[in-house]
């Protein structure tokens, strides 16, 4: 007779991890006002953005290496760069513009909170083009692994627990 084994790996795709993310980030914020502390863009400080970095940092780029360290072979979360070439980082996949390639940056509010993304839109060695933002809705996310100079796309992925 089979034996049935229960998993406690959490399956997931890179898009579904980066919706955890800005779900815990939205789930926070009516905390962080009661605190006082400062959120939106323009008005926040250092606070929200060591808060925002220990999420992503604990949740997200954890999750997509396995392990947990001080420092992530990543693209930092709300940190602009000049050059994605040597560097992890999560691409961020627009129907809307499937033509071009964009590197996700962070989570800004137009509308209601944290509903865009500020992304870095890369040419063919993804050297950064310009900075823009695009609406969160329908947006795909899969992680770019550098290894050794070469890029490995992921869409999925499986965290041990």
Do not use: H
């Not at 250092?46 to 992530?72: F, H, K, P």
């Not at 993804?126 to 050794?148: A, G, P, S």
């Amino acid at each position: 007779m089979g034996e049935l084994i229960m998993s406690n790996n959490l399956k997931t795709t890179v898009t579904e991890l980066l919706a955890i993310f800005r779900g815990s980030l939205l789930a926070i914020i009516p905390w962080l006002e009661k605190a006082k502390i400062k959120w939106k863009e323009g008005e926040s400080y250092d606070d929200w953005d060591n808060i925002t970095e220990s999420i992503y940092a604990n949740l997200v780029c954890s999750s997509l290496t396995g392990e947990v360290v001080s420092e992530y072979g990543i693209a930092k979360y709300n940190f602009n760069y000049n050059d994605y070439t040597s560097m992890s980082f999560i691409e961020v996949k627009n129907k809307d513009n499937s033509e071009k390639k964009f590197a996700f940056v962070a989570f800004q509010s137009n509308f209601s909170p944290l509903d865009s993304v500020k992304v870095a839109e890369l040419d063919k060695t993804n050297k950064v083009v310009r900075y823009t933002n695009l609406k969160f809705d329908n947006l795909e996310f899969v992680f770019v692994k550098n290894i050794n100079g070469k890029k490995e796309v992921i869409d999925s992925i499986e965290v041990a627990l």
